[in-house]
Structure formats: C-alpha cells, structure tokens
C-alpha cells in the first residue's frame, strides 16, 4: 500500500511527504506553522505507521490548543491508538460507516 500523502484533523488537512533528509535523531516531524509533517524515508510499514500516528497526536494536541507536549505522553497515547485501531476493524468501520451527522452530534 502506497505511503499516506495527506491528514485530515478539524482543523484542515495538511501534507506527509518523506524527504531524503531528516534529521538523524527522529523518524518525523511535524511543523506547527504549516501543518505539515515529515517522515523518514525507507522505515518499516509499522515504524512508518507508527510515525505518521506519533507526529498526527502532536498536529491534534497543537490544535486544541496544548503546546507544551511531552515526547513520553506522546509515544504513550500513539502506541494505544495504533493498538486499537489495529484490533479494532469493525468499529473503525462503524464510525465511518455513517453519515456527518454523528460528528455534529458530539461537538
Ligand atoms: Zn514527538
């Protein structure tokens, strides 16, 4: 499967590339100015995913508003995420399978 281009969160949607060079120290990054995130090329498809997820919890954090994230509670809140979307097809697919008006009716 091709490597995800592009995020939606409530705020927009924004661009995943894989530059050839990133810094050394980290698999990604995400900007807080334009949204965008980098991930290191050639990963492995569950470092990769793994990745994507951990930079998207610190766009969703950023976007509510909580700046100040620490890398621990970040990786922490990632590595549940991945395990439940990974576990948990059928409900991934409940939620997607109705209409906007759910997400209306949460907000
Ligand atoms: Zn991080």
């Known amino acids: 499967m091709r490597s995800p281009t592009w995020y939606k969160i ?14 050394k120290y980290s698999y990604g990054m995400y900007y807080a100015k334009n949204g965008n995130i980098e ?4 990963l492995s498809h569950n470092i990769k995913a793994q990745t994507i997820v951990h930079e998207i919890v610190h766009a969703l954090c950023t976007s509510k508003g909580f700046f100040k994230q620490k ?34 009716s949460i907000k």
């Open 39 to 42: 991930i290191k090329r050639n």
């Open 71 to 104: 890398e621990r509670d970040v990786e922490m809140i990632t590595e549940s995420v991945v395990h439940f979307i990974k576990e948990n097809p059928y409900i991934i697919k409940y939620i997607q399978s109705n209409d906007n008006s759910i997400i209306e």
């Open 10 to 23: 409530p705020i927009g949607k924004f661009k995943i590339t894989y530059p050839s060079k990133i810094s």
